[in-house]
């Protein structure tokens, strides 16, 4: 099948559709990609997010890839909930590592309705620091949801993991159905959605493409699409996979850009593995937003001063704070991080 002709927003993708899109010469696909992205965005900056986690561990569910389900003997140290002055200096640090969104994950199912007030009031506090916020804990109801959106959450973050298909092979605890319930719920609460998934795990072209058309199809592209690289965690099921082609992973970025245009694409797990190279290449792909701290949720994550060093080789700039623009004060400071690439003062233990 011949490549189809993009020129707008789409919600209707057939897979076939989708695979002459991956199957496209590299050097197309690369191109129409690169085309794409600089017609909605600044093809030299890129959003950063820092991720923290504020529950660790002891999860009940059976996600193959994670070290925190309970069900894998991986040596991660469990952690309660956060006390909210902690979530708060971790916010502090990373604004001034110059993140502009703050992401909190917790290992949970779904939040028991007695822990939204705690969230809640993280919510509110890292908001009046002046950065947007997202969440990730698990399935929500609608309750739940609007209880978020009214403390304020910008964005909650629920993957799809993998195509409709290849989804029993990873997880067996919960449903497709209730992931896209969950991101139902998000969006009739008004708060913008993040939802992505994960490749390496053993899956096919055709799960991938699965994936990304599931994404695209929704009634609304979501916002932010994280496309996570297995991180191979000894304990877990996952631990042997074989490599993904690296080039397959930067195809896949590409389509993801494709067909979700106006969409922040995010490089996410598994960034520590990949060299300067490749995540020059998954920027030329459409990537434009990267998780910025030493750590996520438990795996580890590029140093903070070497994705600055980065940056300031390929000429490429964070976005602006969301909320703060005009701040001069932070701009200089963001300007000096960039300029000495410090060390110690941008190291931030998420977990
Ligand atoms: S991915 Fe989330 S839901 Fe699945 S085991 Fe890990 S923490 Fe639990």
Not at 167 to 185: C, F, H, K, P
Not at 224 to 244: C, E, F, H, Y
Not at 264 to 286: I, P, T
Request: net charge negative; hydrophobic share 40%.
């Amino acid at each position: 099948m011949v490549a189809p002709e993009i020129s707008t927003v789409r919600n209707n993708w057939q897979r076939e559709e989708v695979l002459a899109l991956f199957n496209q010469p590299f050097n197309d696909l690369m191109f129409d990609a690169q085309v794409m992205h600089r017609r909605h965005f600044n093809p030299n900056q890129v959003q950063l997010s820092t991720l923290l986690s504020i529950k660790t561990g002891a999860c009940p569910e059976d996600c193959k890839y994670c070290p925190q389900s309970a069900r894998y003997d991986t040596g991660l140290e469990k952690e309660k909930l956060l006390q909210i002055e902690q979530v708060i200096e971790a916010a502090k640090i990373a604004k001034a590592s110059g993140s502009s969104r703050f992401c909190m994950g917790a290992a949970w199912r779904s939040p028991h309705d007695r822990d939204i007030p705690a969230v809640a009031e993280m919510i509110r506090e890292v908001k009046a620091l002046g950065m947007e916020t997202c969440m990730t804990l698990g399935m929500l109801s609608e309750g739940q949801a609007d209880n978020l959106a009214r403390a304020g959450l910008d964005y909650y973050n629920h993957n799809l993991d993998t195509s409709k298909e290849f989804y029993g092979e990873v997880i067996t605890t919960r449903t497709y159905q209730d992931r896209l319930n969950t991101l139902a719920n998000v969006r009739n609460s008004g708060m913008k959605v993040c939802a992505g998934g994960i490749v390496g795990m053993g899956e096919e072209q055709r799960d991938r493409a699965g994936l990304l058309m599931e994404l695209a199809n929704l009634p609304v592209h979501p916002e932010s699409v994280p496309i996570n690289m297995l991180v191979k965690v000894a304990g877990t099921p996952m631990a042997d996979q074989a490599d993904l082609d690296p080039f397959e992973f930067v195809r896949t970025i590409a389509v993801a850009r494709l067909m979700m245009p106006k969409s922040y694409v995010r490089l996410s797990a598994g960034r520590e593995d990949m060299n300067e190279q490749m995540q020059a290449m998954a920027f030329m792909a459409g990537a434009n937003s990267i998780f910025y701290c030493d750590k996520l949720l438990t795996t580890p994550n590029p140093k903070a001063n070497s994705d600055m060093q980065l940056f300031e080789r390929l000429g490429i700039a964070p976005e602006e704070y969301q909320v703060d623009k005009g701040n001069e004060e932070q701009a200089a400071e963001l300007h000096q991080t960039i300029a000495e690439a410090k060390t110690d003062a941008m190291f931030y233990r998420a977990g």
